[in-house]
């Protein structure tokens, strides 16, 4: 089973930057999509970004395209979103969650394990 770990939230000014991370054993070396998700206070889940780790097409939410980019680093089974231009709407609960399976879209349902998640806070 797989059980990821978010790292690397927190709070920034607008226009700043960040990068969370989430840890998860054998996550790189199986064939798994990662995604990225997160939960603005009082909304609900939303997509951000999704990566197949076995390689291929990663996808964003359009909210998100141009300033976010998800990465993976095999040999430490984790995988990044990178956040830059950071906007106050931005701020949210941000998670990280796997599935056993190619990518489904950005659709938090169709994923399988979830990590705690990371507080990111964007002040304007």
């Known amino acids: 089973q797989v059980q990821p770990v978010e790292s690397g939230g927190g709070s920034v000014q607008a226009g700043g930057s960040l990068r969370l991370s989430c840890v998860a054993s054998?996550?790189?070396?199986?064939?798994?999509?990662v995604g990225w998700f997160r939960q603005p206070p009082g909304k609900e889940r939303e997509g951000v970004a999704t990566?197949?780790?076995?390689?291929?097409?990663?996808e964003y939410a359009d909210s998100v395209k141009g300033r976010f980019s998800i990465s993976q680093d095999y040999a430490k089974n984790t995988v990044y979103l990178q956040m830059n231009s950071l906007k106050p709407e931005d701020t949210a609960m941000y998670y990280c969650?796997?599935?056993?399976?190619?990518?489904?879209?950005?659709?938090?349902?169709?994923?399988?394990?979830w990590g705690q998640g990371t507080q990111v806070t964007v002040s304007s």
């Open positions: 054998r996550l790189t070396y199986s064939r798994y999509c």
């Open positions: 969650a796997a599935v056993a399976s190619s990518c489904p879209g950005l659709v938090p349902g169709r994923f399988q394990y």
């Open positions: 990566l197949p780790t076995s390689g291929g097409f990663n």
